[in-house]
């Protein structure tokens, strides 16, 4: 096919993800307020009892709730292709003449849209509730460019998962068993330094705390090292392997 028509096909079925967003707006209502919870119950309930340092830590949480609210938003790839696939419709796309794998294009341009604006929305409750951040207009830039890149990434991610579970309730413990460990193992919540050996490791060197180290050092100044340059060099990586892989994964699930 001519590139033209790839990025056609791309931006038809992209509109077409897109609407889906306006006609299901619970979707959009469920990955914006279970990080807000998350967000007000660590602020009141845990906050002051956890140590962050030279920092308040409501200016510590926001980095860790905003990845995680990206992380478990990009998921909604994963169930809107086992959706496509239950009611027939990704036989009806490769029955047609056009570039199949589009359909995985716009499903997770679809989860970036989407996770943009749940991500707004959990940021201005983060301003309601302290959150101060420091961070100037380059730094601002360098979030919003690390935010969607590391959406991107989880979304392509999410895409091979949902290539490989045969129904909603696979979906759901596949990816908590992947997003939890990597939220709750991190930096997100509490600082690393007080986690026993083992845990402390991973949690140091898992991609989840890279971005939110990285994050938190533009918003509010916290010490970065090389957490910004793994940060993008983790969702570079995963995209490298996660698109082919979840292109594959589509052809042979789906043959011509």
Same mark, same amino acid.
């Given at each position: ?6 990025? $056609? +096909? ?9 609407? =889906? ?12 307020? @279970? ?8 602020? &009141?309930?845990?906050? !002051? ?7 308040? &830590? ?5 980095? !860790? ?13 994963a169930i809107n292709l086992v959706l496509d696939m239950?009611?027939?419709?990704? +036989?009806?796309?490769?029955? $047609?003449? @056009? ?7 716009? =499903?997770?341009?679809? +989860? ?17 509730? *302290?959150?101060?951040?420091?961070? %100037?207009?380059?730094?601002?830039? @360098?979030?919003?460019?690390?935010? $969607? ?12 998962? %949902? ?33 026993? %050996? ?38 570079? *990586? ?19």
């Amino acid at each position: 096919m001519k590139l033209k028509d790839i990025l $056609l +096909d791309c931006w038809i079925l992209t509109n077409r993800s897109l609407k =889906h967003i306006v006609k299901n707006m619970d979707q959009l209502l469920g990955v914006a307020i @279970m990080p807000i919870m998350f967000l007000l119950l660590f602020r &009141y309930v845990f906050g !002051g009892a956890i140590d962050t340092g030279g920092t308040t &830590y409501v200016n510590f949480l926001v980095a !860790g709730i905003l990845v995680q609210t990206l992380a478990f938003g990009a998921s909604t790839t994963a169930i809107n292709l086992v959706l496509d696939m239950k009611r027939g419709v990704i +036989d009806r796309f490769r029955s $047609l003449p @056009m570039f199949s794998p589009g359909l995985l294009v716009a =499903h997770t341009i679809a +989860d970036l849209v989407r996770n943009v604006i749940s991500g707004v929305i959990m940021v201005l409750v983060a301003f309601l509730v *302290g959150f101060r951040p420091t961070a %100037g207009f380059n730094e601002w830039m @360098m979030i919003i460019g690390l935010l $969607l890149l590391f959406t991107f990434a989880i979304s392509w991610l999410s895409a091979i998962l %949902g290539l490989l579970a045969k129904s909603f309730e696979a979906i759901q413990w596949m990816t908590f068993v992947i997003i939890m460990p990597l939220t709750f193992a991190s930096s997100a919540f509490v600082p690393t330094e007080g986690m026993p %050996g083992v845990v402390r490791w991973f949690a140091e060197n898992q991609p989840f705390t890279k971005v939110i180290e990285a994050m938190r050092a533009w918003m509010v100044g916290t010490p970065i090292g090389d957490a910004g340059v793994l940060a993008f060099i983790w969702c570079i *990586g995963i995209l490298i392997v996660s698109i082919p892989t979840a292109i594959w994964l589509f052809n042979r699930k789906t043959p011509n």
